[in-house]
């Protein structure tokens, strides 16, 4: 079974602009969830979504968004990019039931210019 | 609110070495527990789970035991090599939370020849 799958893996982004990642999970698992890996504030629950909606949402500005499509693959949007943003944003597959195991992908690593 | 701590790194320790990465929790519900590992310019692999109170999770000769009575969740493992070598990351997840992974801050071990 093919592992989760994150693109881009290395992105530079200057002040201001905006930034779509794009994650997709194991086959047959319906549930994404998305964290920021930052060396200052650790791993940062985002969002998660579950058969195209938002299950979840983390303590995170409105600038930061996601959705999911119906085959399960989600995206993640970051607007107006702060230097602060710099992170390794991960993805993490669930197979669909709450408090189960999450298998996470090689992540993002998004630089802010 | 839920949060979970580590003990400080980096580790270092010799080769066949004893380890122990200490994890304490607090919750108000009743969490599960994981060890997730991050190799260098990676993801995090899940590396052990307990779900319940006594639970003892156990993998790639890594054990850890939900303590329920001390509120922790210490990673063991008897003989290191130096492949162990990474980041440890002690998380919890409940149903408080939606089942978000709270994670520890990481300890980063080093394990030498």
């Known amino acids: 079974k093919a592992g989760v799958t994150q693109t881009p893996r290395y992105l530079i982004k200057t002040r201001g602009q905006q930034v779509t990642l794009s994650c997709s999970p194991i086959s047959g698992h319906r549930s994404v969830s998305w964290y920021q890996q930052t060396p200052g504030q650790g791993l940062q629950f985002l969002f998660e979504?579950?058969?195209?909606?938002?299950?979840n949402k983390g303590n995170f500005p409105g600038r930061f968004s996601g959705r999911q499509f119906s085959n399960s693959r989600s995206e993640m949007n970051v607007s107006t990019l702060e230097l602060g943003d710099s992170a390794l944003y991960l993805c993490?597959?669930?197979?669909?039931?709450?408090?189960?195991?999450?298998?996470f992908g090689p992540g993002t690593r998004l630089t802010v210019l | 609110g839920d949060s979970v701590t580590q003990m400080e790194g980096p580790v270092t320790l010799s080769e066949e070495a004893f380890l122990t990465i200490n994890c304490t929790y607090t919750a108000t519900g009743y969490p599960s527990l994981f060890w997730y590992v991050q190799y260098p310019g990676e993801g995090l692999q899940l590396l052990l789970k307990?779900?319940?109170?006594?639970d003892k999770g156990s993998n790639k000769g890594f054990e850890a035991t939900y303590r329920k009575e001390t509120t922790s969740f210490h990673l063991e493992k008897g003989s290191v090599q130096v492949s162990d070598s990474a980041v440890y990351f002690c998380a919890l997840s409940d149903a408080d939370s939606g089942y978000a992974l709270n994670f520890g801050k990481g300890t980063s071990l080093l394990v030498t020849p």
């Open positions: 307990a779900t319940k109170a006594d």
């Open positions: 979504y579950f058969s195209e909606t938002q299950r």
């Open positions: 993490a597959s669930i197979p669909g039931t709450q408090g189960g195991e999450q298998f």
